[in-house]
Every structure is written in C-alpha cells, then in structure tokens.
C-alpha cells in the first residue's frame, strides 16, 4: 500500500470511529416527568443524580432513578458517559451509597414502558430510553436535555 | 450490654419485616446481606530482647452484615445487623446502625438514632460490614471496629445533621452530631442513655469538588469516671473531656482511590492533657476489574499511655506504623477477591501479615 493509501486509510477509519461514537451518544435520553421543571442538566449533575449525591431537584421534588438491568445497552451507556466505567463498577458504586444509606435502591427499568410508567408515578423519577422510544413520549414525561 | 444489644438488634430486623408486610406502608424496602470470608498468614516477633516469633495462620469469618433500608417519601429507615466475631470464638449479634431519616431536601437530612459519627472521610464512607466496597481487607486501625479498638469512636447515639450549603454552587457540605457520646470505655457505647447527660457535639465540614473532598471535623465529649473495675488499676476517676479535630482528604472517581486523613486526639483531665495522633493514607489505581492499592497507617499515643484506653486493646502494641499492598479483583458487582501483605511495626513488636478475602455484597 502507498503512503498516500495509508493515510487515506487512517482518515477513513477515524471517520467512522467518530461518526460511530457520536451516534452512539445520540441513541439514548434522559427522561423526566412533566411536572419537573428542570429543563437541561449536565454531565456532572447528572454523575450526582445517578451516584446518590444529589437527592432532590432544584423545585424540591425527591429524585427517584430508574435504571435497566445489567447488561442492558442504556445502563452500559450511562456508565460510560457519566463514570467511564463498565456498568458492574457503577452498579457497584450505586449499590455502595444505598448501603451508606445516603441513595434509595434505584426502581428497576426494563423497557421504554417501565422508564414512561415511573416518571408518571414519580414527580421526580428519571430514567433512560433509547432515541427511537423518545421520539413518542407518553402524556406526563419529558425529555431531560442533557448538556455535555 | 450484649445482651440487650442482640434483643435490639431481632427487634429492629422484625420491625422491618413487618414493615414491609404491610401493603402500601414502604414504598421501597432493601435487603442486603454482606460478608467475608478471610485466611490469613501471620508471623509476629517480639521486641522484648527475647527475639521470639510467634508463627500463625488461619480462616475467618469476620463478619456478617443483613441490611435493611426503607423508604416512604421522605422518610428512610436503616438498620444493619452483624453478626461479628470480636474476641476469640464467639459470634456476637451487634446493631451497627439503625437510623430513622426524613429528607428536607439537599440542604438538609435530619437522622436519629444510632450511626457512623460523622469524623474524617473513611468513617461514614466504609461501613464495617461492606467488605465488598473497601479496597484492602480491613478499615484502618484507626476506625476498626473489631475488638472494640478503634481509636476515634466510630459509632454514636443521637441525632445528625447533614446536608450542603446552597453557596458555592452547593460545594460545601456539613455533619453535625449530637449525641450521646462516649461510655465509660471505648467498648461501652451509650446505646440505653447517658451516664453523664452531657452530649457529644462534632462538626464536619467538606468543600467538594468534581469529586475531589476537602474536609475537616471538630468533635468535643466529655467522658464520665470509670470506677469499680476488677483491676483498680484501670479506674480512671476524672471526668474527662475529649476533643479530636481531624482533616481528610479525598478522590474516589473510577479510575482513582486517594484517601488522606488525620486525627489529633485529646484526653483532657484536671491534672493531665494526653495527645494521640494518628491517620492514613491510601492509594489505588483501578485497570479493568484489578485494582492494586498501598495503605500507610500510623498512631502515636502518650508516653505514659493512655487513661481512657486502659482496658481496652488501643495501645496494647504502643506506637505503630502500618505498610500494605495488594490487589483487588472484582469479577463483577457482588463479589471481590483481595490479595494483601502487610508489615506492621510497633514498640512491643513486628507483625508480617500474607491474606486473602472473598467478600460479597447482594
């Protein structure tokens, strides 16, 4: 192969290790009920929201996180974007801070349905869906913007 | 004293049950059992000119832990029942916590009962029976609760107070205890009241930041006479006023564990000021599911030792400095599996330690 092949190479690669990354991003979003007014919240808000630091929304109303099984894609995702670490280590860090006693045990999130049913229960719930779900909300859940 | 510690402990983990047999009543309830099982190698050589080593290995079963938590909106219990073996062979029942809890919000959290004093990071970080989350083997000396040794007081009866601060972008957290306090010794914890009413007032103080913890606590005590012992010697017959101020610092964030803290201890009587201090560092770097780590720990008591730990195990090797290393693996969220080397030195003698633990956590 040329030189000028080689690179054609690597920049081709490159391209679709990006284009591949950002769509990954993209598949999966955060889901609120209506009712919080929380419009938009951070990667490091967020990282709180799901480790236990943050008990409450800015309006007050207790947090209440959903989160799907392991092994699943959007608990694999957001251990990843949130912690950069597999979902066992986030899991695990999860299960730590219920036993401290500062998080309640997450509600268990199977399905888009589940994460639509706890925001609709819970004010303050927030879950993950994938992009495809997210694109028909249900009456009583919004989306979470979430701002990297 | 054990005795009524094990009737509370069945009577806690019954009200818990019931509770969550009523329909409706909890909205969340958690159970959880944690334990470890240990082997470990030990060579110790005295310092008494005698040069004698003393050769010992063996199994353990440290602890086990059943947790409970319960939640209904803003209200939360929790409880943690241990079944510990403290001195020799016996297995005994223990309540580590039972906390009652209602949430104001992020500013404030107001617990009773009985919990973690709220004193440098490890203390409330690590509960006792979560072998599983620590990444050595054992808590530092200076917070080890098994034989009743640790040398701040790791456990209290009260209430506390916690939540941030909305400055700084919510930055600043605090703890406030008021307790009960010390006993009479450090293994007598004012679980049924107090002997001297007068209650243990601690403050903590943490500005955190992306993960990084900043921290520093003030606690004061006053700690009744002990009279009557079997061993007159061990009387102490003085009030004394306990103050320990402490420092931590710390980063726990995948891929990095860094904990620093710092105690200064204070035995203040009418005739007598005793000073311990003592502390730890520890490091650890996680790549995959291994994760190797190295602990520093140290304590150096008064000269003269101690009053208030003269009947308990505290100061029985005097000064030491503590080094070890070792690897953690987690194979996956329940379960870690440590290798560990320890080399303890100490003004009565030098321990080496070679162990291992399986701990898991459901």
Not at chain 2, 70 to 75: D, K
Not at chain 2, 161 to 172: F, S
Not at chain 2, 224 to 233: H, N, S
Request: aromatic content about 10%; charged content about 20%; overall charge negative.
């Amino acid at each position: 192969m040329s030189q000028r092949g080689f690179r054609l190479g690597i920049i081709l690669t490159s391209s679709l290790l990006f284009a591949a990354g950002n769509a990954r991003a993209g598949d999966f979003v955060f889901i609120k009920s209506a009712q919080n007014d929380t419009a938009q919240a951070s990667k490091e808000e967020l990282k709180e929201v799901f480790t236990g630091k943050k008990v409450s929304w800015k309006n007050g109303q207790k947090i209440e996180i959903g989160i799907g099984p392991n092994g699943s894609a959007e608990l694999k995702w957001l251990a990843q974007e949130l912690i950069g670490a597999s979902e066992d280590i986030l899991l695990a860090k999860i299960k730590q801070e219920v036993f401290k006693g500062d998080m309640k045990k997450p509600s268990p999130v199977a399905s888009a349905a589940d994460c639509f049913a706890l925001v609709k229960k819970s004010a303050g719930g927030i879950c993950l869906v994938d992009d495809a779900s997210a694109k028909s909300l249900p009456d009583g859940a919004a989306v979470l913007k979430y701002v990297k | 004293m054990k005795r009524l510690t094990r009737l509370a402990a069945c009577a806690a983990a019954l009200a818990v049950v019931l509770l969550a047999a009523g329909k409706g009543r909890a909205q969340e309830l958690s159970v959880g059992a944690y334990g470890n099982v240990n082997y470990q190698v030990t060579r110790t050589v005295l310092k008494d000119g005698s040069n004698t080593t003393v050769n010992n290995n063996g199994f353990s079963i440290p602890t086990l832990d059943i947790f409970l938590r319960g939640s209904a909106g803003n209200w939360s219990f929790l409880s943690e029942v241990l079944f510990d073996i403290d001195e020799g062979n016996e297995i005994v029942v223990d309540l580590d916590r039972m906390q009652l809890s209602y949430e104001f919000g992020d500013w404030l959290k107001v617990t009773g009962g009985r919990f973690h004093t709220s004193l440098g990071y490890y203390n409330t970080a690590y509960p006792q029976g979560g072998a599983v989350y620590l990444l050595p083997i054992d808590r530092p000396e200076v917070v080890d609760q098994h034989d009743n040794a640790s040398i701040v007081p790791t456990s209290t009866v009260g209430i506390n107070l916690h939540g941030r601060l909305p400055y700084l972008q919510q930055r600043l957290s605090y703890d406030v205890d008021l307790s009960n306090g010390r006993g009479i010794a450090s293994d007598d914890l004012a679980n049924g009241g107090d002997h001297n009413n007068s209650k243990m007032l601690n403050l903590r103080l943490r500005y955190e930041l992306e993960g990084l913890i900043i921290g520093g606590n003030a606690m004061v005590d006053w700690i009744p006479p002990r009279l009557g012992q079997e061993d007159p010697a061990l009387d102490q017959p003085d009030t004394l006023r306990e103050q320990i101020f402490g420092l931590h610092i710390a980063y726990v964030e995948h891929p990095w564990h860094v904990i620093g803290e710092g105690y200064l201890i204070q035995h203040i009587g009418p005739t007598q000021t005793q000073h311990t201090i003592a502390g730890l560092a520890e490091f650890g770097y996680t790549l995959g599911i291994t994760t190797p780590y190295a602990r520093y720990s140290f304590a150096r008591f008064p000269a003269e030792g101690d009053v208030f730990w003269a009947p308990t195990h505290q100061q029985d090797r005097g000064n030491y400095d503590a080094l070890s290393a070792g690897v953690k693996f987690v194979p996956n969220e329940n379960f870690a599996i440590k290798i560990e080397l320890e080399m303890n030195r100490a003004e009565r003698d030098t321990e080496y330690r070679a162990a291992t633990q399986v701990a898991f956590g459901f």
